[in-house]
């Protein structure tokens, strides 16, 4: 087995600060804390023959058994799914960073990880809906479903940027070009921008939040703050469908 590489060395391969200092690219919590810890496994992975596919495939299990975890009641499905979801950001930072280290690059990788992106987030939401629902109505099956769906359409919305992009011959679209230019718009994000209410879209926020609404579940012997939960992630996912799409139409990201 070869040498493990110097963590100073890594970092600049695998963690260039075009990346990390990306708005869009980087979730908070891998600068905050994930970015640090990857780097120790990625040092040793790269000494290995593990794949970055391979990586990308075993963040996608981790993802989805996320959602399945929800089924387990009580608070030790919702711990449970929130360190699954964890597992499931150590191995987006990890599969990355060994492709850089290796030079394995491939579009195989970056189509896998945004599959797993969605069912990971569409999965754990799913089975937010079935915890909802334990006890009570089916119904809350149906706003879990609808919360997946909305999650994956505004998920879908900024991936089908780039479809159109390439479909065009044009270059990856800039950061720059997201700025909407009606002033209503603009200001509109900023307020959204400042209050954070949209990350509970995010699989990592929803599994954090489900977790702590678990926790009071607990305390009361209830399901509804659950149920307030998923339904207030299902409304916000909606809500931002609609004005991610009004962003985009008006912003120069298409043209």
Same mark, same amino acid.
């Given at each position: ?70 089924? +387990? ?123 954070? +209410? ?58």
């Amino acid at each position: 087995m070869t040498t493990a590489p110097a963590l100073a060395e890594l970092r600049e391969v695998c963690q260039p600060n075009a990346k990390l200092a990306s708005r869009n690219g980087e979730h908070w919590a891998g600068r905050m804390y994930m970015r640090t810890l990857s780097l120790h496994a990625t040092r040793q992975l790269v000494r290995t023959r593990v794949t970055p596919n391979a990586l990308t495939w075993t963040m996608v299990v981790c993802g989805i058994l996320a959602g399945f975890a929800l089924l +387990i009641p009580g608070l030790w499905g919702a711990l449970l799914a929130a360190v699954l979801f964890q597992l499931f950001l150590l191995f987006d930072c990890v599969d990355g960073e060994v492709a850089r280290w290796k030079g394995q690059n491939s579009a195989v990788g970056i189509y896998v990880d945004r599959l797993g992106a969605y069912l990971a987030d569409a999965a754990l939401l799913v089975g937010a809906g079935f915890r909802a629902a334990r006890g009570g109505s089916l119904l809350w099956v149906s706003v879990g479903l609808a919360a997946a769906l909305g999650i994956v359409l505004l998920k879908a919305s900024t991936d089908l940027v780039d479809v159109a992009r390439a479909r065009r011959g044009l270059p990856v679209a800039t950061e720059e070009s997201t700025a909407p230019r009606a002033q209503s718009i603009a200001f509109a994000r900023r307020i959204a921008s400042a209050f954070k +209410i949209h990350r509970i879209t995010n699989g990592i926020e929803a599994s954090l939040l489900l977790l702590a609404v678990a926790i009071v579940d607990a305390a009361i012997n209830s399901t509804e703050p659950t149920r307030i939960a998923v339904a207030a992630i299902a409304a916000v996912s909606w809500v931002m469908v609609v004005a991610h799409l009004a962003s985009i139409m008006n912003s120069s990201r298409l043209r």
